[in-house]
């Protein structure tokens, strides 16, 4: 006999096979916030999406994971491209972009910058504030990431603060005059783009750098790099000595290298004074010092060929 089903009972039977899906996709949403899938305790904060759009490049999202406490990122599973307290632009929140700012205390009071890669603007706030000063040109070519940065992200323009919205390349190409550091932070999904790590172009980076010029770059370690090896290779035939500093519990390195080419880094005793010395001075929020206390990894010289801008169009 066939059974007869009433409409509450079929309105029953609906909610009860929908609520797992939907403790699901509330889990699933917060799990992708902040990295966990636990329920919040009652008046704890929910993370929350507050832009979401596709740029002409990647699927731009900021949520806000504290209050205050702001994130970029590309696809809402994506990890933070950047993060930003409001109201204070002191307090670099990611470990590799405080590993950045080793590089003030090797190239002290540096009065021009130049940033491929603005992201969220927190280097270029940072900068800003601490030394009132510098003229940072920064680049990025995604309009819609700059568009956030400005809207949800504290960054602001100011006469020293230039934003280009295009390719970095093609600015620091035809930059006039040269750079203290320049600061490379630019991805395209989970990868640096490509025509951002040959040789050509770290041979552009090395010619804008000034007589006493450093450059900084954030790569991915090799586990999550598949071009890592020909990015060492390149950088070690710029500058020739170069730096790496491995960044704990995080899939970042930080890379160093001197126009000059010589080692980036002082011996490590003299180099934790230095960073101590920039922290007392400038009065900053965090301790440079974890970042190079194991002083720069070890790097086998890289072999093979060359990354060149004519592999990229085979």
């Known amino acids: 006999m066939k059974q007869r089903w009433t409409k509450p009972a079929v309105l029953a039977l609906l909610l009860l096979g929908l609520a797992p899906l939907l403790c699901w996709s509330v889990g699933d949403t917060r799990q992708a916030l902040e990295g966990s899938g636990t329920t919040p305790g009652a008046g704890a904060f929910v993370p929350r999406i507050i832009f979401e759009a596709d740029s002409p490049y990647t699927h731009v999202v900021v949520t806000e994971d504290m209050p205050g406490l702001r994130s970029l990122r590309f696809q ?19 470990p590799y972009v405080r590993a950045f700012m080793v590089s003030l205390a090797l190239v002290p009071e540096p009065k021009r910058v130049m ?28 309009p819609v990431v700059v568009d956030v940065a400005e809207r949800y992200l504290d960054f602001k323009r100011d006469p020293k603060t230039h934003v280009y919205v295009e390719d970095g390349r093609k600015v620091l190409e035809r930059s006039a005059g040269s750079y203290d550091l320049i600061l490379l932070d ?18 552009t980076v090395r010619q804008k750098l000034s007589d006493r010029g450093l450059a900084v770059a954030n790569v991915w370690r090799p586990s999550a790099n598949r071009d890592y090896f020909p990015i060492l290779r390149n950088w070690q035939a710029t500058f020739g000595a170069c730096c790496v500093l491995d960044i704990p519990d995080t899939p970042n390195t930080v890379y ?18 230095k960073l101590e010395q920039l922290r007392v001075e400038k ?9 190079v206390r194991r002083g720069c990894a070890e790097q086998p010289i890289a072999q093979g060929p060359l990354l060149r801008d004519a592999d990229l169009h085979r």
Do not use: C, N, W
């Open 76 to 94: 809402v599973r994506g990890g933070r491209q950047s993060q930003v307290q409001l109201g204070q632009p002191l307090q670099l929140r990611l």
């Open 115 to 142: 940033i491929v890669g603005l992201g969220g603007g927190s280097m270029a706030m940072f900068l800003r504030t601490l030394y009132p000063e510098i003229e940072v040109d920064a680049a990025d070519i995604d």
């Open 186 to 203: 630019a991805f395209a999904g989970d990868d640096v783009p490509k025509h951002l790590i040959t040789i050509e172009f770290m041979a």
């Open 256 to 273: 160093l290298g001197r126009r000059d080419g010589t080692p980036p880094t002082p011996a490590p005793e003299e180099l934790m004074r």
């Open 283 to 291: 009065r900053l929020p965090f301790d440079l010092r974890a970042y």
